[in-house]
């Protein structure tokens, strides 16, 4: 029996589908089975950044509602051994599918799947709902903005209202020049705020953005640095300890350190 | 105030189970039916349909009638029609069992106040297809999960998938009388007789179908505009795109082989024709426009000629 963690944040473009995409790939390539699920129905954009496209035949309404069964709408990557995306409908919108249906559907992934991960739409409504609903844990991501952080704080009052007991962080496109010059959040800062545990902080970082027109995950790149960060996350969600990146990226922890043992 | 629901459809392993309110008009219901299958975007050809009808009695003509304007249509064939109780499959359905006069659910038949007629048989079921243990393989979506010749024995079939694969991944985009062999296949596929084409009604759409719209049209379908990614034309017959067609187009949704797409530039993220899946191939360069493209089946084979070279 697998687990499954649904990626998710309030606002949207920061960063949900690409970590979703890229935390899948590195946990398979961690030689574990893993399953995308996208539940941004209507807005899907996983399979075009994992470059699965044009191999879409049965989506995840498809399976739902009766029309093929779960493992003809799985798709197989092709690129690492047990990566497989289940794809949102586009021609439908969030009604179509119900949380408890979700949930079902999940179930039924995490006895095949050592990880099931949903990609959640933006948003605090029925999409969310779905996505959440077969979850057993969830990991928030914001950018270091104030907005964002602020709606990463919504989500988490969400998630903790409806059962999360520990939702986990990752604080993305982070510009360690601009945090030294003090023109952006810190990740103390932002920690500050919303306390919950780190899980990874991810550089902003172009080869995203190749990466994602190409379809191919970051995490395949060995030369990223951002995908660096993402196989960093993978291992930490397999429990193991993995030191922060750099200097620049734990620069604001210690300064919260610092705060904590009554240095500043 | 809750209005019972007048159609309920539940997938089991055999097909689709569809439960009809007995109490309601059957024209409704068709109505109904019809606006379902319209929504969704399931590839159905060849899927099977019992219907559940209640009390209701309906003769052969009507159903006959439903077969042909509702399920024809979209590649569904009534296999048979059932008297079930609605609450019986709901119960069921709640506890996630398949409805009882299901296929999937003989041999538990016994039990409950549900009494299976004799079956009327619009059609006899197609050789079923075999599936893939896990998620389908690159190779196998190429081509889709069924073909619906039933001459062919599964371990043929899958030769020809394969065979037809590699050809469609090395022959798209170049011309039909260079990259197809003409060989047939030495034993079970008869050469497809010339057939006369029905004449199916044309549906003229103005406008560029968008990411996440879908144009669905029984006949034959233009479109006067582009079919951007993530946008679906699906026809029934024919469909002729008047601009570029860079999402998923299916002509002959209904299984007619004879279909073909026609596009003033034919970058499709997918083509469909009838139960044939086909993909441009992987990492490839477009070339420069070359004029309009059409696809249609060869041999079983998705293939794309320049349209000056076609009739
Ligand atoms: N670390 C990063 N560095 C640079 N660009 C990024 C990074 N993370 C995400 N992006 C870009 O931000 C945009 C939105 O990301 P996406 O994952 O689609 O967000 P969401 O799913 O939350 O809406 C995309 O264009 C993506 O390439
Ligand atoms: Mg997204």
Known sequence: MGQSLVITSGKGGVGKTTATANIGAALAMLNQKVVLVDADIGLRNLDVVMGLENRIVYDLVDVVEGFCKLKQALIKDKRVEGLYLLPAAQTRDKTAVTPEQMKNLVGQLKEEFDYVIVDCPAGIEQGFRNAVAGADRAIVITTPDVSSVRDADRVIGL???????????????????????????????????????????????????????RGEPAVFDGSSRAGQ???????????????FMNLAEVQGLWGRLRKLVGLE | ??????????GTKDGLYLVLNDRQDLKVLKDKIKSHLEKSEFFFQGAQVILDVGSMNLNTEEILDIQNAVFSPYGLKIKKVVHGSRDGVLRRRAAGLPPEGSPSASGTQASGSSRVRSPYYVSESQASCSEPETGLSAERLVLGPCVTDGSIDTERKEALYREVSRKLLEGVRTRASTSVPTERPSSGVEPRAERPRPVLETLLYRGTVRSGQRV??????????????????????????????????????????????????????????????GRPPEGEERGPWKGPETARLKDGAIIIEAMDNTR
Do not use: C
Not at chain 2, 218 to 228: A, Q
Not at chain 2, 244 to 258: E, P
């Open chain 1, 229 to 243: 960060a993402f196989r960093n996350i993978a291992r930490r969600l397999r429990g193991e300890e993995v030191p």
């Open chain 1, 159 to 213: 998630l903790e209202s409806s059962g999360f007991e520990r939702p986990v962080l990752i604080v993305n496109r982070i510009k360690p020049k601009m945090v030294d010059r003090g023109d952006m959040m810190d990740i103390g800062d932002i920690l500050d705020v919303l306390a919950i545990e780190l899980i990874g902080v991810v550089p902003e970082d172009e080869s995203i953005l190749v990466s994602t027109n």
């Open chain 2, 1 to 10: 105030m809750s209005e019972k629901q007048d159609v309920i459809f539940t």
């Open chain 2, 216 to 277: 669905y049209h029984p006949g034959n379908l233009v479109i006067l505009g582009d079919v951007n990614p993530g946008g679906v034309v699906q026809a029934g017959g024919d469909i002729v795109v008047m601009g570029t067609l860079r999402g998923v187009a299916h002509a002959g949704a209904g299984g007619d082989v004879d279909s073909a797409i026609y596009a003033l530039r034919l970058e499709p993220t997918q083509i469909r024709i009838a139960n044939v899946i």
